[in-house]
C-alpha cells in the first residue's frame, strides 16, 4: 500500500525523525515515529522539509568570520604583523626530506619512524639567528600524493629536494607541478652532495626543462648544493629560505580568531583525536571552541614538537591539538569560533549538508521506487 512511517521516510532522506516530526507537529499533526504517511504528505513535507532547509540556510561563511578580531583594540582587521614563513620539503622518496629536516633540526626523526618512511606530515618549527621557520615534512611515498598536493596549499615556500646521484624523478616533476600549481616559489636543494656519484649539474640539467635555471646559467632559480649527512652547506639553505622570506613580506593578524589548516590528524588511545594544526591567521588558545570539517570541541592542550605545553599559539605556529569531537581531515581548514555552540551548529551544518548532497543524487527516484516496490 501506499504508506511510509515517519522514521522510514527520515531515514530515506537522511535527517533526523525528531526533525519531521517537529516539522509535522508545526503543521498540526500530532504523531509518532511509527505513523504511517501516505504518498502526498510524505512528497509533500520531503519537499517542504527541503525548502525550509534551504531558506533558512546556516550562513558558515558569516558565522566563520563575523566579529573574528577580538583583541585588537581598534576593532579592525588591520593588526597585521610580520610572522614566519611555511616551508614545505618536497621531492621524491627517499632523496632526503626527512634527513634534511633532521639535520636542520638536529634531532633523528628518521630512525623511530616505521620502515624509516615518513607517514604523515610532520610540522616543525626552528630558530634561526633569533628567526623562526616552521617547516612541513611530506611523505614521498607515491600514496601519499594527494595529502602533498594539500601541504603545498598553506605553504609560502617549497624546498624541493633532489639527490645529487639519483636526478629528477617523477616524484620530483609531482612536487614541482604541486609548487608551480600554487604559485609557490621553489628553492631547490641538491641533496647527497658527499656521495662520491653526485652529479648536481645533472640535476641542474634536467630541471631547465622545468623553467627551473640557476643564476649561474642566467636564471633566478636559487640552488643550494646541501649533504643532509654531513650537513654541509645547511646554513646557506637556511639564508636562502630567510631572504625568499623577507620577499614575499608575509603578514598576519595575531589578534583574531584563530584559523588555519589541519597538518595531520589520527586518533590516540589514550587522548583521543589528536590534530596537528597549522596557525594561519589568529591567535589559538587553550579552551578555544573551534571547528574543523564535521567535528568540534575546545582546545583542550596545545603541545609543539618538542613536546613543551603551549597555552596560545600565533601566526605559522604548528601545534598538537587535543579536544575535537572526531579526527579531522588533514588538509582541512579549522576554525576557532565565538562558542561551543557555534562550532556545534556549523558541524552540524556541514553534517546535514552531505546527508542532503546525498539525497538529491538519490531522492527523488528512490522516493518514487520506494512507493512502487510498496
Ligand atoms: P621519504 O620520506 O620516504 O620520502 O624519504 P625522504 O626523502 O625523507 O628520505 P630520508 O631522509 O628518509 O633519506 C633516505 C635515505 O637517504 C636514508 O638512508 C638517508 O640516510 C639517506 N640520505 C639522506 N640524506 C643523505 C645525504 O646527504 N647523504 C647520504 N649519503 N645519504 C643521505
Ligand atoms: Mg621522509
Known amino acids: 500500500s501506499d504508506v511510509i512511517t515517519v522514521g522510514e521516510l527520515a531515514k530515506r532522506m537522511g535527517v533526523k525523525s525528531k526533525d519531521l516530526i517537529t516539522e509535522l507537529m508545526r503543521q498540526g499533526q500530532m504523531v509518532t515515529i511509527n505513523h504511517p504517511l501516505d504518498y502526498e504528505t510524505a512528497a509533500i513535507l520531503a519537499s517542504e522539509f527541503n525548502y525550509e532547509v534551504e531558506n533558512v540556510a546556516f550562513d558558515e561563511e558569516h ?7 577580538i583583541t585588537d583594540e581598534s576593532g579592525s582587521d588591520e593588526g597585521a604583523i610580520p610572522r614566519p614563513p611555511v616551508v614545505t620539503i618536497m621531492g621524491h622518496v627517499d632523496h632526503g626530506k626527512t634527513s634534511l629536516l633532521d ?3 638536529a634531532t633523528n626523526v628518521t630512525s623511530g619512524e616505521a620502515g624509516g618512511i615518513t607517514q604523515h606530515i610532520g610540522a616543525y618549527d626552528v630558530t ?26 598553506v605553504t609560502d615556500i617549497v624546498v624541493l629536494v633532489v639527490a645529487a646521484d639519483d636526478g629528477v624523478m617523477p616524484q620530483t616533476k609531482e612536487a614541482i607541478n604541486h609548487s608551480k600549481a600554487a604559485g609557490v616559489p621553489i628553492i631547490v636543494a641538491i641533496n647527497k652532495m658527499d656521495k662520491p656519484d653526485a652529479n648536481p649539474d645533472r640535476v641542474k640539467q634536467e630541471l631547465t626543462e622545468f623553467e627551473m635555471v640557476p643564476e649561474d646559467w642566467g636564471g633566478d632559480t636559487i640552488f643550494v648544493e646541501v649533504s643532509a649527512k654531513t650537513t654541509a652547506n645547511l646554513d646557506s639553505l637556511l639564508e636562502m629560505i630567510l631572504l625568499q622570506a623577507e620577499v614575499l613580506e608575509l603578514k598576519a593578524n595575531p589578534h583574531k580568531r584563530a584559523k588555519g589548516a589541519i597538518v595531520e590528524a589520527r586518533l590516540d588511545r589514550g587522548r583521543g583525536p589528536v590534530a596537528t594544526v597549522l596557525v594561519e591567521e589568529g591567535t589559538l588558545r587553550i579552551g578555544d571552541p573551534i571547528v574543523s570539517g564535521l567535528h568540534y570541541g575546545r582546545v583542550r592542550t596545545m603541545t609543539n614538537d618538542r613536546g613543551d605545553r603551549l597555552e596560545e599559539a600565533g601566526p605559522s605556529c604548528p601545534v598538537e591539538v587535543t579536544g575535537l569531537s572526531g579526527t579531522p581531515v588533514a588538509g582541512d581548514t579549522f576554525h576557532a569560533v565565538e562558542s561551543e555552540k557555534v562550532a556545534k551548529d556549523v558541524a552540524t551544518h556541514r553534517q546535514r549538508k552531505i546527508r542532503e548532497q546525498e539525497l538529491a543524487t538519490t531522492s527523488k527516484i528512490s522516493l518514487e521506487q520506494l512507493y512502487a516496490r510498496l
Do not use: C, Q
Open 103 to 105: 639535520a636542520i633540526r
Open 63 to 69: 558565522v566563520l568570520t563575523d566579529d573574528a578580531v
Open 128 to 153: 634561526v639567528n633569533g628567526r623562526k621557520i616552521t617547516f612541513l615534512d611530506t611523505p614521498g611515498h607515491e600514496a601519499f600524493t594527494s595529502m602533498r598536493a594539500r601541504g603545498a596549499k
